[in-house]
C-alpha cells in the first residue's frame, strides 16, 4: 500500500467514522429515552449543514488568535492520533519508535485545545467549562498514562506496531482486564462525552461551545467525533490487537480487522457516554484520586510482574 | 547531501525562528494565560528540534510533558495572582536587575557548556535501540539524580498546595486573598466569608453596598434569619 492510498483510505475512515459516530448517537440517545430515532442516516449531515450555513457571532474582546485556531487545534490532534495506528502489520503512516508517547502528547495538547477554546471566548460559561475540564482532564490522563505504559510493558517497547505484534498470542484486553475500562473512561474525557463532559455539558449551557455558531462550531463539534474515531482506532490497536486477525485470514486483511474493532470500541464509548451517571466535579475528582488512580497502578504493577523476565 | 540547504536546515531554522519569538514574547505578552502557552509553543519547536536531530523520545516526551507543566502552570498562577480567572491584563516581568542579571549568567553559562564540550559527530546507527539505552540510564547510573529531582517536585508540589489552600498550617489564607475594597476601605465586591455569624448564605446583596455600615446590616440580617 503506497502513501497516497493510505492517506486516502485514513481520509475515508475519519470522515465515515465521524458520521458513524454521530448515527450511534442518535440510536443510543433514542433507546435511552424510548422515542422513535427519526432521521437516522442523514440526520447527523443536516445538523452539520445547517451549522455551515449559519452566521458565526463574536464575543466581547475574544483572545482573536485562539479562539478562531482552537477547533482547528482539536482537529489536528484528532488526525495525528490517526496517524499514529498502525492500519496493517507493515506499518502506520507515522510510524516513529515512540508512537504511544506520541499519542499521550495527542491527550495532553487536546486538554489545552479545549481549555484554550473556553478560555479565549472571555465568556462566563466557556470560561467555567474550560477551568473545570482542565480540573478533571489532567487527573483522568494520568490514569490513561499508568494503563498505556502497562500496555507497552509485554512489549518491551514504546512502538504501536511492536505493542500490536505484542498482542499475536493474547490481546491485552484479556491479559490486562483494567485496561480498556480505564481507556474508556479517558476516551469520555478527550471527546467530551457522557460523564465526563466537563467542558461543553448542557448545565452551562454548552460550556466552552456556548458562545459558537456557524462554521466553527461545525468544526469543533467534527473534531469532537474525529476525535472519538481516533481515540478508537488507538483503543482497538493497544487492547484489541488492532490489524491481528483470525488465522484463517491474511495479512491484506488487516485494515478490515482493524476498521471494525474500532467501530466496536465506538460503540461501547457511545454507549458508556449515554448510561454511565453524571458526578458533581468534586465527587469525580475525588473518584479519580482515590479509587481509580489507584486502580490503574494496581493494573501497571501486576502487568510489571507478569512482564518480568 | 550536498545541497546548499536542504529541508532539515530549512525545518530547523524555522523552529528556531520559532522557539526565540514565542520566548521573547513571554514576557512581553500581558496575560499570565498567553505567557503560558507562549511558552509551550517555544518548547514545542524545541522538541520539533530534538526530532529533527533522531531523538524521538525526548522531543515527544518532551511536547507531552509541556503541555501538561504548561497546563497546570496557567492554572496554578491564575490561582495564586488575585487576577480573576486570568483575564485581567497584568505584566509578566518583575524584579528586573535581579532577572536580567540571572539571564545574562544563564546564557553565558549554557553557551560556555555548549562550546566547550565535546559535541557528538558520529551519526546513530539506524538499529540502535536509543530509547532502551535511555531508559538503562535513566533507572541505572543515574537513577538517584532523577530520583531526586522527583522527590524534591514532589515536594514542591504538596508545599505549594499547603500553601494555596485556605486552612494551612500558617491559619486561614483568607486575609492574604481578600480582594480590595470597591472604594477607600470598603468593602470588596461580591460576599465575604464571615466564620463567627455564619448566615451570610445567600445575603451576598447586603454587602456589596459600600455605604452601609457592615456589621449592623449584618447582625440585623442574621436575627431576621435566625
Request: hydrophobic share 55%; charged share 10%.
Amino acid at each position: 500500500m503506497n502513501a497516497a492510498t493510505a492517506v486516502g483510505a485514513t481520509l475515508l475512515l475519519m470522515l465515515g467514522g465521524a458520521w458513524l459516530v454521530a448515527v450511534f448517537d442518535r440510536i443510543a440517545a433514542a433507546l435511552v429515552a424510548r422515542r422513535p430515532v427519526g432521521s437516522l442516516w442523514l440526520g447527523p449531515l443536516q445538523s452539520g449543514a445547517s451549522l455551515l450555513v449559519s452566521r458565526t457571532n463574536q464575543t466581547e474582546h475574544p483572545d482573536a488568535l485562539n479562539w478562531a485556531l482552537a477547533p482547528a487545534l482539536y482537529l489536528v490532534l484528532a488526525f495525528v492520533g490517526v496517524a499514529l495506528v498502525p492500519f496493517s502489520t507493515s506499518g502506520a503512516l507515522v510510524d516513529i519508535p515512540a508512537g504511544i508517547v506520541l499519542w499521550g502528547a495527542v491527550e495532553s495538547l487536546t486538554v489545552v485545545a479545549v481549555f484554550l477554546h473556553g478560555w479565549s471566548a472571555n465568556a462566563l460559561f466557556p470560561l467555567l467549562g474550560a477551568y473545570r475540564y482542565v480540573a478533571v482532564g489532567l487527573p483522568i490522563m494520568l490514569v490513561s498514562m499508568f494503563v498505556l505504559i502497562a500496555a507497552a510493558l509485554p512489549a518491551q517497547s514504546l512502538a504501536l506496531g511492536a505493542i500490536v505484534q505484542s498482542q499475536a498470542g493474547l490481546w491485552n484486553v484479556v491479559r490486562q482486564p483494567l485496561g480498556l475500562p480505564l481507556f474508556l473512561l479517558l476516551g469520555l474525557s478527550l471527546t467530551l462525552r457522557g460523564p465526563f463532559n466537563y467542558a461543553d455539558s448542557a448545565d452551562l449551557a454548552g460550556g466552552t461551545d456556548a458562545e459558537r455558531s456557524g462554521p466553527p462550531r461545525a468544526v469543533w463539534q467534527w473534531a469532537r467525533l474525529s476525535m472519538a474515531v481516533s481515540f478508537s482506532a488507538m483503543a482497538a490497536t493497544v487492547f484489541l490487537g488492532g490489524p491481528l486477525g483470525p488465522a484463517w485470514g491474511t495479512a491484506e486483511l488487516g485494515p478490515l480487522w482493524l476498521t471494525l474493532k474500532t467501530a466496536v470500541v465506538l460503540a461501547l464509548l457511545v454507549a458508556a457516554s449515554h448510561l454511565l451517571a453524571r458526578m458533581p466535579p468534586s465527587r469525580m475528582l475525588t473518584l479519580l484520586w482515590t479509587v481509580l488512580l489507584p486502580l490503574s497502578f494496581v493494573g501497571l504493577v501486576a502487568a510489571g510482574i507478569e512482564a518480568a523476565p | 547531501m550536498n545541497d546548499l540547504i536542504s529541508g532539515i536546515d530549512i525545518a530547523f531554522w524555522a523552529l528556531a525562528a520559532i522557539a526565540v519569538l514565542s520566548g521573547w514574547r513571554v514576557f512581553a505578552t500581558d496575560s499570565m494565560v498567553r505567557a503560558s502557552f507562549l511558552l509551550l509553543l517555544s518548547f514545542m519547536a524545541v522538541a520539533g528540534i530534538m526530532l529533527l536531530l533522531a531523538a524521538p523520545y525526548i522531543g515527544v516526551a518532551t511536547i507531552f510533558m509541556m503541555a501538561v507543566e504548561m497546563m497546570v502552570m496557567a492554572v496554578f498562577m491564575v490561582m495564586f495572582m488575585m487576577n480573576p480567572a486570568g483575564l485581567n491584563p497584568m505584566s509578566m516581568v518583575h524584579q528586573q536587575p535581579l532577572a536580567i542579571g540571572a539571564g545574562v549568567v544563564a546564557f553565558i553559562g549554557l553557551s560556555a557548556a555548549v562550546l566547550t564540550s565535546p559535541l557528538p559527530d558520529q551519526p546513530v546507527a539506524a538499529d540502535h535501540r536509543a530509547i532502551h539505552a535511555l531508559g538503562i540510564e535513566m533507572l541505572g547510573d543515574s537513577m538517584l539524580i532523577f530520583e531526586s529531582a522527583g522527590v524534591a517536585l514532589l515536594s514542591a508540589m504538596i508545599g505549594s498546595v499547603i500553601l494555596s489552600s485556605r486552612s494551612g498550617r500558617f491559619g486561614p489564607a483568607d486575609p492574604g486573598s481578600r480582594p480590595p475594597g470597591l472604594c477607600e476601605g470598603g468593602l470588596p465586591a461580591g460576599s465575604v466569608p464571615d466564620e463567627n455569624k455564619n448566615h451570610g448564605m445567600g445575603h451576598g446583596m447586603q454587602h456589596d453596598t459600600p455605604n452601609a455600615a457592615p456589621q449592623d446590616t449584618h447582625g440585623a440580617h442574621g436575627a431576621q434569619g435566625s
